[in-house]
């Protein structure tokens, strides 16, 4: 950890001391910020984001000045550590610092400079835990239901041995697939294989969230900025300092957001909203899409030059039906993890239920797959998973997309059935591609919304 990658405020009336300190902190690296009052330190807190804070007790005659503003910081930014400095040594107001959160108390005159560094070090030590824990946490909280890589057909083991050789790069990379490839797993892999596997990986579907919340998760916000910003909150640029921001669904990212994107890749500097300063952030940034980037860059729909910022590196995951070969391991390593989680018995799959999953085209991949043969672990009454524990559509013949799915064979069809399965099976796609947005399903498939909603209580189909 190297100090310069830090800001520092001192707030304090006694401009010698300030000095001091300015000179002490600013050689040992820090970036140095000042303030002679709680109300010039507030503005400076709007406006920068702060590491650590060192300041007095005592202010001229304000002599409740220090816990001021440790009151303003428990209110507004309570993940940043602040240090109380007073030549008072007052045990009550000790005691009353360390009740408003502060971290450490010092006696001034200090006993030597190294004194203070080390406080300082220590403080920032801890703030840098604060943001490598919120970020493990939003790690757990977006974890893809996989936990492993499986594959070694010869599609898939290109895709890996790719990740090996560009894990350790710098560069940005463009992971491109279907959705349900796992192009999330593979962003965790070049994390984890990449110098930066000890820092934050931190990753956030674009697709998900609103275009102004979008902005302020990304990049921050400072009290204020908008309604319900009733503290300043740190964007997952910041989260990710050090690591990996992982920007799924990077297609879906409104224009006027990929101005600002484009700008914090090409500088390396983060502006949250409603603030007037930066901050530098050393972040790798992995983006993933299962959109034609390059179709929506000629059709005005992605900016020319962020596309190519992102796609120095490009990578793309085949769809499960191009590794059929994959189908078997990675069915037993399914469940496996299901099996686990359920807390049942592990199960093989009898020769027909395999040739079953073999056979379906696996419009979602290996999501959908995943999703089957969880159900059919939990359903299951037999010492094996068998056809009939399968869900219906996989059991209805060749997939529709096959030639030979049309042929009328000599015991007769169901016809409604099968209309009904070709029906769920669009159905499927399309709310898979839109993201479960029942407004862009309905078009995509060409139906009314209320058409659209018809269907979906027909087949009993969920669109959340």
Known sequence: MTARQFRVLVVDDDPGLREVLEIV????????????SVEEAVKILENLLIDVILTDLYMGKDRLAGLRLLQ?????????????????????????????????????PFKSNEEVLLRVARAVEKRVLLRENEAFRLDQSRKARLDAIVGNSPKFSKVLDMVRRVAALPSTVAINGESGVGKELIARALHTLSPRSGKPFVAINCGGIPETLLESELFGYKK???????????GLFVAADGGTLFLDEIGEMPASLQVKL????DDGCVTPVGGLSSTRVDVRVLSATNRDLAEMVDSGGFRKDLYYRLNVIPITVPPLRERIEDIPLLARHLIARHAKNIGCEEKALS??????????????NVREMSNVLERALGL???ADIRLEDLPSYLLSGPPLDRP????????GIDLEALVAEFEMDYIRQA????????????????????????RLEKYNLSSD
């Open 25 to 36: 902190l600013a050689n040992a690296g820090y970036d140095v910020s000042s303030a002679k």
């Open 72 to 108: 303003y910081l428990k209110e507004n930014q309570p993940e940043t550590p602040a240090l109380m400095i007073t030549g008072h040594g007052s045990i009550e107001s000790a005691v009353e610092a360390m009740r408003l959160g502060a971290l450490d108390y010092l006696q001034k």
């Open 224 to 234: 204020g900025a908008f309604t319900g910003a009733n503290q300043d909150k740190e």
């Open 262 to 265: 484009l700008r914090v890749l």
């Open 351 to 364: 020769p027909e239920a395999l040739e079953a999953l073999t056979q379906y085209s696996w419009p979602g």
């Open 380 to 382: 299951s009454e037999q």
């Open 404 to 411: 030979e799915a049309t042929v009328l064979h000599e015991s």
């Open 431 to 454: 709310l898979e591609r839109s993201h479960y947005s029942q407004q862009k399903t309905a078009k995509l498939l060409g139906l009314t919304p209320r058409t659209l909603r018809y």
